[in-house]
């Protein structure tokens, strides 16, 4: 018995059938980020000066806050101009903000947790950090092809978009 569960450790088997620790913790994470708005205070930086008009949605305003330890990461990031940007920490936090209706949030994975997303966590939450549901039930959270399959488009400068410095 004693033997049969040394061996068992040995060979790692255990480690292919707990979920790793690991991938937990990102969501984790990221949901205490929401949850708690902690976004809004220390340790993050809001990059723009005030709401600007989204790209994506004209009708929108956004503002944007990034872990403070990745704001000049992201602030080499331009819309206007394309890489090689410098490459974004894992763990970086990223929330994008329409103003008066919801979070769009990211938060860089490890290597190869998401190759066609650029190694992002993807997700849609309302203002309290409540994750939205999709048309089908699921929560848009995790590793979303609607969101990433756009953001690819920037794979040059780090996945990203980035702020207008005229908007900084
Ligand atoms: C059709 C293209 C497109 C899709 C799809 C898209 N985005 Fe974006 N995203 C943008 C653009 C453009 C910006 C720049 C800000 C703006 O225009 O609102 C942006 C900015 C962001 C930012 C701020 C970081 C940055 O890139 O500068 C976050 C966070 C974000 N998007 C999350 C998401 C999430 C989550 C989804 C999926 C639900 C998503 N995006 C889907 C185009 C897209």
């Known amino acids: 018995m ?10 790692g088997c255990l480690s292919s059938v707990v979920p790793s620790p690991k991938s937990r913790d990102e ?17 993050f930086r809001k990059i723009n000066r005030a709401p ?9 305003s956004v503002d944007v806050y990034v872990s403070a330890a990745a704001a000049a990461d992201y602030e080499w990031v331009e819309p206007d101009r ?13 929330v994008r903000e329409i103003v008066g209706q919801k979070l769009t949030a ?7 947790a998401y190759p066609g997303g650029g190694d992002f966590l993807y997700a849609v939450t309302d203002l309290a950090g409540q994750p939205m549901a999709k048309a089908d039930g699921t929560a848009e959270w995790g590793s979303l092809d609607e969101c990433g399959s756009c953001h690819a488009t920037r794979k ?9 410095p005229a908007d900084r």
């Open 82 to 94: 394309d890489g090689p940007a410098p490459p974004i920490p894992v763990g970086t936090v990223i």
């Open 2 to 11: 004693r033997r049969g569960l040394v061996i068992l450790l040995w060979c």
């Open 156 to 164: 040059e400068s780090s996945w990203l978009f980035g702020v207008l």
């Open 106 to 112: 990211m938060e860089k994975r490890d290597p190869n």
């Open 27 to 43: 969501d984790a994470q990221l949901q205490a980020v929401l949850d708690s708005g902690s976004f809004r205070g220390d340790g």
């Open 52 to 60: 600007f008009v989204s790209t994506l949605h004209p009708e929108d």
